[in-house]
């Protein structure tokens, strides 16, 4: 299996533009969770899908960010518009069942910077 | 709330010698409790968890964690480190209660030198 696949791995924009992340999670994983990882706050959890309805989003920072998951083999975050303090790593996980045992897998992550 | 804590931020240790890194953990019900690393520049890599049974877990590349519920902690072990193990250790904790969401601690570097 090629594991959880996150693209860009790497992106640099500017203030004000909007960014899309997208995630592909394993095949058959039916939970899905999108993650941000600073120096400040460690890991955070955004929002997480669970047979690609999202089931919570109370960790999204605020309107500007959106989370979509239209199947079970894509997911997308948006961020518009974009704010330097965007910047961070964002993580995409997915995991199979919904028990609280299950283990998450993690995507490599994309590396945003929002000068 | 379910809160994880991991009460050092770096651990030193030389090649050849045993290695631990601390965990403790507070949460209302019986607690799932995890461990990954992360590389530079990757993502997350499952290590092991405990979710009932033995205290004693083991998991990936000789690494072991050791379930104390009287002193709510989980401590990650590996009996010889490697260089190779250098890296950035979580560890997680999830509440029945609170469903699918974890709760990662701050991370602890571990440094293990030739």
């Known amino acids: 299996d090629a594991g959880v696949i996150q693209s860009p791995r790497h992106e640099v924009t500017e203030m004000g533009q909007e960014v899309t992340l997208r995630c592909k999670p394993i095949?058959?994983?039916?939970?899905l969770f999108w993650y941000r990882q600073t120096m400040m706050r460690g890991l955070e959890l955004l929002i997480y899908?669970?047979?690609?309805?999202?089931?919570?989003d109370s960790g999204m920072p605020e309107d500007r960010f959106s989370a979509k998951m239209p199947n079970a083999s894509f997911s997308t975050l948006k961020i518009q518009p974009s704010e330097p303090r965007d910047s961070a790593v964002y993580f995409c996980?997915?995991?199979f069942g919904t028990g609280a045992g299950e283990t998450q897998y993690f995507g490599p992550g994309t590396r945003l910077l929002v000068l | 709330a379910q809160s994880v804590a991991q009460p050092e931020d770096q651990v030193n240790v030389a090649e050849g010698n045993p290695l631990t890194v601390k965990c403790t953990y507070s949460v209302s019900g019986n607690p799932y409790l995890f461990w990954y690393v992360q590389y530079p520049n990757r993502g997350l890599q499952f290590l092991l968890k405990y979710i009932t049974g033995d205290n004693l877990v083991k998991g990936s590349y000789g690494f072991e964690a050791e379930f104390n519920k009287s002193q709510t902690s989980f401590h990650l072990k590996k009996p010889s480190a490697l260089v190779s193990d250098s890296a950035l250790y979580f560890c997680?904790?999830?509440?029945?209660?609170?469903?699918?969401?974890?709760?990662f601690g701050p991370g602890t570097r571990l440094s293990v030198l030739p």
């Open positions: 996980a997915s995991s």
């Open positions: 095949s058959g994983h039916n939970s």
């Open positions: 997680a904790v999830r509440d029945i209660y609170y469903g699918q969401n974890f709760v």
């Open positions: 899908f669970n047979n690609n309805v999202p089931i919570d």
